[in-house]
């Protein structure tokens, strides 16, 4: 990605809006953004060409899927040097259950996003993989009673 280089009001216009419907069209897009299509085509392949751009996903409904189980894991690793880190690191990518890991920082090492039919499936999920992933010393669960909220972009108004 090309970090220094500054985006216009028309990069930020097509950022939002892929964002928001990654389905649009070509014509559909330069319409909604105010360029050609040909200068719009440009500007969304270089979009995509320097990472700002990363990937085009559909939003599943899932319940109908029977992944609408979802909890929040706190984990606690048995040391963080960096090697221990990046042990677990690799060993969480690799994990399909594991919908988000994020290190933090405070009183736990990592806050994993764990989506899955249900309990039954979420206990098999926590006992023969979470718990054996390298250097877990301690886990807490969160089961989620409701998702309230569930975004698919972030707020790019102030610079569109």
């Not at 690799?90 to 933090?104: F, G, L, N, T």
Request: hydrophobic share 40%; glycine share 4%.
């Amino acid at each position: 990605m090309t970090e220094d280089r500054i985006l216009d009001k028309f990069d930020w216009r097509i950022l939002d809006a892929v964002q928001a419907n990654g389905k649009m069209s070509l014509a559909e897009l330069s319409e909604h953004i105010g360029l050609s299509k040909t200068p719009c085509q440009i500007r969304l392949k270089r979009l995509e060409e320097e990472g700002y751009i990363t990937g085009y996903h559909a939003r599943l409904n899932m319940r109908l899927i029977r992944k609408n189980y979802v909890v929040f894991i706190q984990v606690k690793l048995e040391a963080t040097s960096r090697h221990h880190l990046d042990k677990f690191n690799q060993a969480v990518r690799k994990m399909d259950a594991i919908q988000a890991c994020h290190m933090m920082a405070g009183g736990f090492d990592y806050l994993l996003k764990v989506r899955c039919r249900n309990m039954e499936e979420y206990r098999v999920i926590l006992t023969d993989d979470i718990n054996d992933l390298p250097g877990v010393y301690q886990t807490t669960t969160f089961p989620v009673m409701e998702e309230v909220k569930r975004a698919v972009g972030v707020d790019l108004s102030a610079q569109v």
